[in-house]
T-cell receptor, first 112, second 117 residues
Framework: DAKTTQPNSMESNEEEPVHLPCNHS???????IHWYRQLPSQGPEYVIH???SNVNNRMASLAIAEDRKSSTLILHRATLRDAAVYYC?????????????FGKGTLLTVNP | GAVVSQHPSWVICKSGTSVKIECRSL??????MFWYRQFPKQSLMLMAT?????????EQGVEKDKFLINHASLTLSTLTVTSAHPEDSSFYIC?????????????FGPGTRLTVT
């Protein structure tokens, strides 16, 4: 499986934008870029995913580099409820598995 | 939005007994469900992929005879931890893919905390 690299931790202030980076230099053409987040003692929550083009949804935006070797999850206005571990995961399309391999993720702290 | 439930949310059992954990997709059908385990301060580790109507596919190092998975319907998968031991104490999380969607995103349950005494 292609691997991703994320910073161990990041800090942000409430109501400011947050840019969470992810490097995936060995990504293949059929790999989707997924982002999930996990609050303490809860199951992960789907945030966003994309293949080549930038994506927006109600939770966040995903900016994908032109060569697809990196991406950035953007939270436009961080709130205290956004404090979580954020996972950037590559998942191969097709087939019946769509397995997700979780790395260590980035622990985001949001300061009031 | 897609909702996945797990039951029970927590369970305490004695060493040597078996525990069954249920995972249900409440508002969508899931041909494929996944089971993960998470130890304190660690990331999620995929244990197995559960496919409706067929045998589960286990990840390397996961004992299939110890962690029995049944996916008998499009909305229910169960994980049974047989002959549980204290080292099986962990946070067990399931996820499900919406069969009707092609995007591959998974929806996770809230997790089940198992403590074996």
């Amino acid at each position: 499986d292609a691997k991703t690299t994320q910073p161990n931790s990041m800090e942000s202030n409430e109501e400011e934008p947050v840019h969470l980076p992810c490097n995936h230099s060995t990504i293949s053409g059929t790999d989707y870029i997924h982002w999930y987040r996990q609050l303490p003692s809860q199951g992960p929550e789907y945030v966003i995913h994309g293949l080549t083009s930038n994506v927006n949804n109600r939770m966040a935006s995903l900016a994908i580099a032109e060569d697809r070797k990196s991406s950035t999850l953007i939270l436009h206005r961080a709130t205290l409820r956004d404090a979580a571990v954020y996972y950037c995961i590559l998942s191969r399309s097709g087939g019946s598995n769509y397995k997700l391999t979780f790395g260590k993720g980035t622990l985001l702290t949001v300061n009031p | 939005g897609a909702v996945v439930s797990q039951h029970p949310s927590w369970v305490i059992c004695k060493s040597g007994t078996s525990v069954k954990i249920e995972c249900r997709s409440l508002d969508f059908q899931a041909t494929t469900m996944f089971w993960y385990r998470q130890f304190p301060k660690q990331s999620l580790m995929l244990m197995a992929t559960s496919n409706e109507g067929s045998k589960a596919t286990y990840e390397q190092g996961v004992e299939k005879d110890k962690f029995l998975i049944n996916h008998a319907s499009l909305t229910l998968s169960t994980l049974t931890v047989t002959s549980a031991h204290p080292e099986d104490s962990s946070f067990y999380i399931c996820s499900a893919r919406d069969t009707a969607k092609g995007g591959g995103e998974q929806y996770f349950g809230p997790g089940t905390r198992l403590t074996v005494t």
